[in-house]
């Protein structure tokens, strides 16, 4: 059983960045961040397959980073130029494959979830 504990959420203003992290208790090939807004399908926003290969949703390409620290059994994301659109729920992922990661209804077939961190940025 894969266990995930996110961290490094909060409040910033438009324009700032923050570090989330995902503590997990084992690694899947997949390790991966997806978001939620109230009334919206949660959505993913980037994954990283064994480490190197990373796959992100257009709309946070060029300002958002995943990294992955096997020593630490911790995967960041990087969260860079934030804007108000940013905010939501973001939840820590896994699963045994990257494929179709920022695909609608992705999340209906994802393994393994953290509880989630919230990310607020005001304009």
């Known amino acids: 059983q894969v266990q995930l504990a996110e961290s490094g959420g909060g409040s910033v203003q438009a324009g700032g960045s923050l570090r989330l992290s995902c503590k997990y208790t084992?690694?899947?090939?997949?390790m991966g961040w997806f978001r939620q807004v109230p009334g919206k399908e949660r959505e993913g926003v980037a994954a990283i397959y064994n480490g190197v290969l990373r796959n992100y949703a257009d709309s946070v390409k060029g300002r958002f980073t995943i990294s992955q620290d096997n020593a630490k059994n911790t995967v960041y994301l990087q969260m860079n130029n934030l804007t108000p659109e940013d905010t939501a729920q973001y939840y820590c992922?896994?699963?045994?494959?990257?494929?179709?990661?920022?695909?609608?209804?992705?999340?209906?077939?994802?393994?393994?979830w953290g509880q989630g961190t919230q990310v607020t940025v005001s304009s």
């Open positions: 992922a896994a699963d045994a494959s990257c494929g179709s990661w920022v695909a609608p209804d992705r999340h209906k077939y994802t393994s393994y």
């Open positions: 084992s690694s899947q090939n997949c």
